[in-house]
């Protein structure tokens, strides 16, 4: 395969670091303080605490909504955080030697997971925002830009997607990395998530359209080796493919988990033929997972597979039954994690996936009421909603035992919602608060790993002109080699 030097050139080890400290937004968090300005020292002081093993912070008199069963929910409580660990959970901890965070009027949750996000499309954010077809939405990205994407444009798409994702609240992405054209595409997309603080699973995958060099599934081994040889860190690895055994077979044979895209009859005999082989199993996750018979259902949940739903995508696109198998899920005995997909036609934020799940699920029960079903579901409550965008996202994940909850021996992720904001106050209802009210810029402090990413409502460490530029350079550059004349008021999104 023949390539554009100027445009496609694989870079080597020491560019890609070069490149990768040119655009960062998100690395460095703050190292000077202005006089007088206490948000900056504050936030200091809070970098240092958690730069140490036993460094501490306190989130002091917050509602705690826990997410597990045996801490429960707390009306006024604290977390303590050492390292990057939630290492109690109570009503006024009596705590020494600790930095405080004051989060009286605040809910304290879970970090949101998204179970399933193309990250490396963030420079494409709301540039088809009418597409009602899958069609549609590969016109914008698999069959234009997609196509023209050097290294350095994965690095600033999956920037811009995961600094969006910490400061709406979304510790934790699944980023199925479907553009992965060469070695170094695959290498800038990985820096970009940990540049930027989230907690981050790279499914690595090949591009749906256009030249690329075919080195994945291969390089599977390489990139574990260099970017994962740890099991302690924030970001891992998975493979992102179809129901191909042999990639299967290899992505097992290096302990990685397997994410597929999956909906509809034709794919669910392909699914039903693998199960038949004992090839289903808790290291799968499935996204989307529309439209499928009762067979399938039985085989995902016979085989412990996790499943993620797309409320907004599934409705956008008209993908699976035209709309999010949320109740196939439960009607199968399968709790299922939310994703949002992409951003190409809406927004980062799962507040609106849950309220989408919430409003379809129970537009879903009533008509089957309505349509003479004998046993209709009952309607999902606000709780069963964040479940799916904390507990089981987590589970999707394959990180239960690191995130999800807020329980001690856990790694803090932690999001603290302000409730005195004009348009929450009065809360009345600690988890109606969140999931039917709340949005991103009620979020006050996003904790990862026990990092404070965001605080009193503002990013850390994200340079906000150099993340623009990043942004623009790139966006620039893709609409310059695709020929795409942008227009902001464009009904349908189209090239020439």
């Given at each position: 395969?023949?390539?554009?030097?100027?445009?496609?050139?694989?870079?080597?080890?020491?560019?890609?670091?070069?490149?990768?400290?040119?655009?960062?937004?998100g690395?460095?968090?703050?190292?000077?303080?202005e006089?007088?300005?206490?948000?900056?020292?504050?936030?200091?002081?809070l970098?240092?605490?958690?730069?140490?093993?036993?460094?501490?912070?306190?989130?002091?008199?917050?509602?705690?909504i826990s997410?597990d069963?045996?801490?429960?929910?707390?009306?006024?409580?604290?977390?303590l955080?050492?390292?990057?660990?939630?290492?109690?959970?109570?009503?006024?901890?009596?705590?020494?030697?600790?930095?405080?965070?004051?989060?009286?009027?605040?809910?304290?949750?879970?970090?949101?997971?998204?179970?399933?996000?193309?990250?490396?499309?963030?420079?494409l954010?709301?540039i088809?925002?009418?597409?009602a077809?899958?069609?549609?939405?590969?016109?914008?990205?698999?069959?234009?830009?997609?196509?023209?994407?050097?290294?350095?444009?994965?690095?600033?798409?999956?920037?811009?997607?995961a600094?969006?994702?910490?400061?709406?609240?979304?510790?934790?992405?699944?980023?199925n990395?479907?553009?992965?054209?060469?070695?170094?595409?695959?290498?800038?997309?990985?820096?970009?998530?940990?540049?930027?603080?989230?907690?981050?699973?790279?499914?690595a995958?090949?591009?749906?359209?256009?030249?690329w060099d075919?080195?994945?599934?291969g390089?599977?081994a390489?990139?574990?080796k260099?970017?994962?040889?740890?099991?302690?860190?924030?970001?891992?690895?998975?493979?992102?493919a179809?129901?191909?055994?042999?990639?299967?077979?290899?992505?097992?044979?290096l302990?990685?988990?397997?994410t597929?895209e999956?909906?509809?009859?034709?794919?669910a005999?392909?699914?039903?033929?693998?199960?038949?082989?004992?090839?289903?199993?808790?290291?799968?996750?499935?996204?989307?997972?529309?439209?499928?018979?009762?067979?399938?259902?039985?085989?995902?949940?016979?085989?412990?597979?996790?499943v993620?739903v797309?409320?907004?995508?599934?409705?956008?696109?008209g993908?699976?039954?035209?709309?999010?198998?949320?109740?196939?899920?439960?009607?199968?005995?399968?709790?299922?994690?939310?994703s949002?997909d992409?951003?190409?036609?809406?927004?980062?934020?799962m507040?609106?996936?849950?309220?989408?799940?919430?409003?379809?699920?129970?537009?879903?029960?009533?008509?089957?009421?309505?349509?003479?079903?004998?046993?209709?579901?009952?309607?999902?409550?606000?709780?069963?909603?964040?479940?799916?965008?904390t507990?089981n996202?987590?589970?999707?994940?394959?990180?239960?035992?690191k995130?999800?909850?807020?329980?001690?021996?856990?790694?803090a992720?932690?999001?603290?919602?302000?409730t005195?904001e004009?348009?929450?106050?009065?809360?009345?209802?600690?988890?109606?608060?969140?999931?039917?009210?709340?949005?991103?810029?009620?979020?006050d402090?996003?904790?990862?790993?026990?990092r404070?990413?965001?605080?009193?409502?503002?990013?850390?460490?994200?340079?906000?002109?150099?993340?623009?530029?990043?942004?623009?350079?790139?966006?620039?550059?893709?609409?310059e080699?695709?020929?795409?004349?942008?227009?902001?008021?464009?009904?349908?999104?189209k090239i020439?």
């Amino acid at each position: 395969m023949k390539r554009d030097s100027s445009d496609q050139k694989t870079l080597s080890r020491r560019g890609l670091i070069k490149a990768s400290a040119a655009v960062a937004a998100g690395a460095g968090f703050v190292t000077s303080v202005e006089p007088g300005d206490a948000w900056a020292a504050t936030t200091k002081k809070l970098v240092q605490a958690a730069s140490t093993p036993k460094g501490r912070i306190l989130l002091k008199g917050g509602t705690i909504i826990s997410m597990d069963a045996k801490v429960g929910d707390i009306a006024k409580g604290d977390i303590l955080i050492e390292g990057k660990k939630i290492v109690a959970v109570g009503g006024d901890l009596k705590v020494s030697n600790a930095q405080v965070i004051d989060a009286s009027n605040a809910i304290l949750i879970p970090g949101f997971v998204d179970a399933h996000r193309h990250s490396w499309e963030g420079q494409l954010r709301r540039i088809n925002p009418n597409a009602a077809t899958l069609d549609a939405y590969s016109a914008a990205t698999h069959l234009s830009f997609a196509k023209s994407y050097r290294p350095e444009d994965m690095y600033a798409g999956n920037m811009i997607t995961a600094l969006g994702c910490i400061d709406s609240g979304i510790t934790c992405i699944i980023d199925n990395s479907h553009n992965s054209r060469t070695k170094a595409h695959s290498d800038m997309a990985i820096r970009a998530l940990m540049d930027s603080g989230i907690r981050g699973v790279h499914a690595a995958g090949g591009p749906q359209a256009g030249d690329w060099d075919h080195q994945l599934p291969g390089d599977l081994a390489r990139l574990q080796k260099q970017f994962f040889s740890s099991t302690d860190q924030l970001t891992t690895l998975r493979i992102f493919a179809g129901p191909v055994r042999e990639q299967w077979a290899l992505a097992r044979s290096l302990g990685l988990r397997i994410t597929m895209e999956f909906q509809g009859q034709a794919m669910a005999k392909i699914i039903d033929g693998l199960a038949a082989e004992n090839l289903l199993g808790p290291d799968v996750t499935f996204n989307h997972a529309g439209n499928l018979p009762e067979s399938t259902w039985a085989n995902i949940k016979n085989a412990s597979v996790t499943v993620d739903v797309c409320p907004r995508s599934d409705a956008q696109y008209g993908l699976g039954a035209g709309f999010c198998a949320y109740q196939n899920a439960l009607d199968h005995g399968v709790k299922p994690g939310f994703s949002v997909d992409n951003e190409t036609s809406y927004s980062t934020d799962m507040f609106m996936e849950m309220r989408t799940a919430l409003y379809i699920q129970r537009a879903v029960a009533t008509n089957r009421k309505l349509n003479g079903d004998a046993n209709p579901p009952a309607a999902v409550t606000v709780r069963d909603v964040l479940e799916c965008a904390t507990v089981n996202g987590a589970a999707c994940a394959g990180l239960s035992d690191k995130i999800g909850t807020l329980s001690p021996g856990k790694e803090a992720d932690i999001v603290m919602i302000r409730t005195d904001e004009i348009n929450l106050y009065p809360s009345n209802n600690a988890i109606g608060t969140v999931v039917a009210a709340a949005d991103r810029s009620n979020i006050d402090t996003v904790i990862i790993g026990g990092r404070v990413r965001k605080f009193r409502g503002k990013m850390v460490g994200v340079d906000m002109a150099r993340f623009r530029k990043m942004a623009d350079d790139s966006r620039h550059y893709l609409f310059e080699k695709t020929g795409y004349k942008p227009d902001i008021f464009a009904e349908q999104f189209k090239i020439g």
